[in-house]
């Protein structure tokens, strides 16, 4: 390649904001659910680099191909893999295109294929761009990609504090995770996390059903992570997520705690034979990565917890996108309370609009 960048190169990370920051000097940019991605670019020759240096190009060839076919000349770009379904991003859609199957991964090229929304640029041909002010690169971006390219989309930006925050509340329905700030006059920074990113935030009380002990202890003396469970409409307890960023001293006074409830959880236990429900979500389960479930301790699901989280994914019934945080334990909250209808649903927003930067309901 006639690159002045060769992969790997670390991409730009960001610290998270509790709110959108008001200050001068500030770009504001939707912030895209799907995979970091740069694209080292030089004609046919087309490298698709993920955040961890790993290559991605063989998940996604109608991507190589809209690289290759479409960018006007060598260049490294920095932007997101996304797929959507419906006029919204769909995680879980882009998540099973990372397949070791080829045949499984050409088909699903064709029935969800992904984009490419670039979001930054790094280098044209044989000159670098890391140190020139994003304001420049972004100009230089907007300038080299085509706005008619297959599957290839320049991210909107705004310098307009009030149209940032439209676009936080607004572009949600789309399946977006929040906002990103950047520094107009900063330099590309790789691996230093010299931006803002401005997630969505929320909270929900959750079913304690299960646990896992901490991996680096003695199995009952520290808790790894809790798992959490919501009742559907038909009172059935969904596995959703789990909560585990603890201190040391938490995990070990949890696992003092929790042990108790081990005691005669199992014959009556939801997420176990023979009281599993078709369509029900369970913990570790077997999946395409995974030939055996993961083993977890169940608890009997008497205790809630109120915990912190971003998104759901996973249509009906969801789970959360993310591993939550914890907030506080709930003992005024019966266990059997704990449903689905605390989840909030974002108004739904016109994909296609967010790509044009429109602040528009569908």
Known sequence: MALALSPPVQPMLATSVGDVPDRPGLVYEPKWDGFRCLVFADGADVVLQSRNGRDLARYFPEVVTAAGDGLPGPAVLDGELVVDRHDRLDWDALSERVHPAASRVRRLAEETPARFVAFDL??????????????????????????????????????DIATAREWFRLFEGAGLDGLVAKPVDGRYTPGRRTLLKIKHMR?????????????????????????????????????????GAFPAATRRQLATELTPLTEHARPDHPWLEPNRREG??????????????????????????????DHTEGGHPARFRHTTQFVRWRPDRDAASCGYDQLDEPARYDLDAVLRGEVRPS
């Open 280 to 309: 029900q979500r369970l913990p570790g389960a077997v999946s395409r990565w995974r030939s055996t479930e993961q083993e977890w301790v169940p608890l009997r699901p008497e205790r809630v917890i109120e915990i912190a989280y």
């Open 203 to 243: 909270t929900a009380d959750c079913v304690v059903a299960g646990l896992r002990w901490h991996i680096n202890t003695e199995p009952g003396t520290a808790v790894g992570s809790l798992l959490l469970g919501l009742h559907d409409e038909h009172a059935v307890l969904h596995h959703v997520g789990v909560v």
């Open 122 to 159: 790094l280098a044209l041909a044989d000159r670098s761009l890391l140190d020139e002010p994003f304001g420049a690169r972004r100009a230089a971006l907007a300038d080299f990609l085509p706005g008619d390219a297959d599957r290839l989309h320049l991210t909107p930006a705004t310098t």
